[in-house]
């Protein structure tokens, strides 16, 4: 005799567990992808948690990638600035064009830099100052000087660490006057002067043009 098969299939039932998501346990097999942000909460909150512990990982996880995401912004903006520090000021008015721009030879220093204080034009006689410490610095193979460079590449040019200080705060004066809204002054002239001053004496015994 063969016994009866008591098993039996209930359709409706079976859709019921399969729309339940309490049963649906072929999802915990599925691989669930982590966003960026999401990766990043979770390395912080167990950075945290092996620091400090479990509570205060729970409270302070979102407070710390903040802060932490401001300094990074701020890491990539002073980068780009010590880069291209030109980026950061805007003209204020168009310069007319003028040989003086484009060289630092065949220029009587001395003599036009005298006219344009006379004239009280500080914004022409701080760009004089400067590119006549361009001319010494490039006369004394402390850099290469070449008509398409930037300020920033003289800067990192520079091989007399002795003056590199102030010929930065010079090069910082002269791209502020030259490219921000910042108004050339006597004061901000004779700043000038006197950081190309020291930067002359620290570079040869001469001291001079």
């Known amino acids: 005799m063969y016994s009866t098969d008591t098993l039996s299939y209930d359709s409706i039932k079976i859709a019921r567990y399969q729309a339940d998501a309490n049963y649906d346990y072929n999802?915990?097999?599925?691989?669930?992808?982590?966003?960026?942000?999401?990766?990043?909460k979770?390395?912080?909150?167990?950075?945290?948690?092996?620091?400090?512990g479990n509570e205060f990982a729970q409270k302070y996880t979102g407070t710390f990638l903040i802060v932490a995401f401001i300094i990074l912004i701020l890491l990539l903006i002073f980068?780009?600035?010590r880069k291209r520090p030109e980026l950061f000021y805007r003209e204020k008015k168009k310069w007319t064009y003028n040989e003086k721009e484009e060289t630092?030879?065949?220029?009587?220093?001395?003599?036009e830099i005298g006219?344009?204080?006379?004239?009280?034009?500080y914004k022409l006689a701080i760009r004089l100052v400067y590119l006549q410490t361009l001319k010494y610095?490039?006369?004394?193979?402390?850099?290469?000087?070449?008509?398409?460079?930037?300020?920033?590449?003289?800067?990192?040019?520079?091989?007399?660490?002795?003056?590199?200080?102030?010929?930065?705060?010079?090069t910082h004066r002269f791209l502020m006057v030259r490219?921000?809204?910042f108004d050339a002054t006597i004061e901000t002239f004779e700043?000038?002067?006197?950081?190309?001053?020291i930067i002359w004496k620290g570079g040869t015994d001469e001291g001079k043009f």
């Open 137 to 170: 610095l490039s006369d004394n193979k402390l850099i290469d000087w070449q008509t398409y460079k930037t300020p920033t590449e003289y800067l990192y040019e520079m091989k007399r660490k002795e003056v590199k200080e102030e010929f930065r705060q010079l």
């Open 179 to 181: 490219y921000g809204n």
């Open 27 to 40: 999802s915990q097999l599925v691989h669930q992808e982590t966003s960026l942000s999401e990766w990043l």
């Open 79 to 81: 980068f780009i600035y």
């Open 115 to 121: 006219y344009a204080v006379e004239r009280k034009d």
């Open 104 to 111: 630092i030879y065949g220029i009587h220093f001395s003599n």
């Open 42 to 52: 979770h390395w912080m909150s167990a950075f945290l948690e092996r620091l400090f």
């Open 191 to 197: 700043a000038v002067k006197s950081l190309q001053q």
